[in-house]
């Protein structure tokens, strides 16, 4: 696993230290950004350089609770100077934005699946890019897999941005692909980028302006690493061919990691997404599907399912070929897995707020308990 070159210090403002986060700091306490994590631990960069800070009782107790408390790539940390020099990470500052995924797989119900624990993938990031490769494997750009990054992306706080990587690998197709692209994500700027010619580069850096930070997000073998490379000018990540029989990505980054670029702002590379779901949706989805939501609202019926009824806009529009039959699928899809994932936080909740009364009414038959 390669690492950046970290030594030294860390000037506080090139990682995006400001007055805001200065006045969160609690008393007592180093600031420092949290740059990868492990069981434990998180290693952080500050003042001090670059070093590893072990997570204090409070900070491991709040996470057990919530795993979203946990330290994440991106974070701002207040550290403790331990009596033998050491530092012990003790508080998280606000976040400002955080890409949140949905736990998946635990549960499963009429093809849904997913349960209600929450992973904060990358915290205080602004921009977040959703790598597709131009040409993966045998297949084209995912659009489906772009369409449910970018309602987690909306979710998140940040800016989406879909770059489609490896544009040199479909030739004339790519002004067809990107046309099909930038359907699949109204309001949202796509490029096209090839980090072996440089083609699109200077386009993603400019979205790093200042000490900006973004996530990179994408499949294996996508090329997030090998982009995250080409703006930092060197290599920092470690990159592999993709599999010779499938054309799939080996999963080589395997850590999420903050990387600061030489020319400023910040990217974290993480390890490609097999399958990502969503998690506590507010209007992450109805933004991916803004064109669908606008023709709905002209649609005969105010309850029209978009499926028979008659004076369907949705159903004009795909008749129309001005709405891929393909997006009305994929807008269906999401907003079951987002009301599933909802009605399973709800049930969650129910139960936490079930036993907390429990707790509460124990103590309260508890013998020789005061009384007011
Ligand atoms: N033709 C072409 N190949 C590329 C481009 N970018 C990356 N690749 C190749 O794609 C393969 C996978 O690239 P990586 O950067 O390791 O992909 P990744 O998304 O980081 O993969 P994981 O770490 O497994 O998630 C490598 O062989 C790269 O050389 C590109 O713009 N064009
Ligand atoms: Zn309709």
């Known amino acids: 696993m390669s690492s950046p070159v970290l030594s030294g210090s860390y000037d506080l403002p090139s990682l995006g230290w400001n007055g805001s986060l200065a006045a969160e700091l609690p008393a007592g306490t180093v600031p420092a950004r949290v740059a990868r994590v492990d069981r434990g631990a ?24 919530d795993p979203v408390a946990l330290p994440c790539v991106g974070d701002w940390a207040a550290l403790r100077r331990l009596p033998e ?9 606000p976040r400002r934005t955080a890409f949140v995924r949905g736990g998946v ?9 997913g349960d209600s624990q929450g992973q904060v993938l990358a915290a205080n990031v602004d921009v977040v890019f959703v790598a597709e490769p131009a040409l993966h494997a045998t297949d084209t750009a995912d659009l489906g897999r772009i369409e449910r990054l970018l309602a987690l992306a909306w979710e998140s706080g940040g800016q989406p941005v879909v770059l489609v990587t490896k544009a ?46 973004a996530v990179v997000l994408g499949a294996s073998g996508a090329g997030k690493s090998t982009l995250v490379n080409a703006l930092a000018g060197e290599a920092v990540m470690e990159t592999q061919q993709v599999r ?32 990502i779901g969503l998690y506590d949706m507010g209007e ?15 649609c005969r019926f105010a309850d029209c399912g978009h499926d028979s009824e008659p004076g369907c806009a949705v159903i004009a529009a795909i008749e129309d070929g001005v709405l891929p039959e393909r997006r009305l699928a994929s807008w ?8 599933w994932m909802a ?21 309260m038959r508890k013998p020789g308990r005061n009384r007011p």
Not at 42 to 65: F, I, M, N, P, W
Not at 332 to 339: F, G, H, P, T, V
């Open 343 to 363: 009605s399973r936080t709800d049930a969650r909740l129910r139960k936490e707020l079930q036993n907390k009364w429990k707790v509460i009414h124990k103590e």
């Open 168 to 213: 040199d690998l479909v030739g004339d197709g790519l002004d067809f692909l990107m046309g099909e692209v930038a359907a699949a994500a109204p309001g949202v700027d796509v490029h096209a980028v090839c980090s072996l010619t440089g083609q699109g580069v200077d386009i993603v850096r400019g979205y790093l302006a200042g000490t900006r930070t």
């Open 284 to 298: 992450g989805v109805d933004r991916v599907f803004s064109d669908i939501e606008e023709l709905a609202a002209r």
């Open 85 to 93: 020099g050491r530092f012990e990470l003790d508080a998280l500052l």
């Open 244 to 275: 010779a029989g499938d054309g799939r990505g080996r999963h080589t980054t395997v850590h999420r990691e903050l990387i600061p670029l030489g020319g400023g702002g910040l990217v974290v590379d993480t390890p490609g997404i097999r399958r």
């Open 42 to 65: 998180a290693e952080v960069l500050c003042a001090d350089g670059h070093l590893t800070a072990h997570y204090s009782a409070r900070v491991r107790r709040a996470a057990a609770a």
């Open 332 to 339: 269906n899809k999401l907003q079951r897995e987002a009301a």
């Open 105 to 113: 797989g635990r549960t499963s119900q009429q093809g849904l699946s």
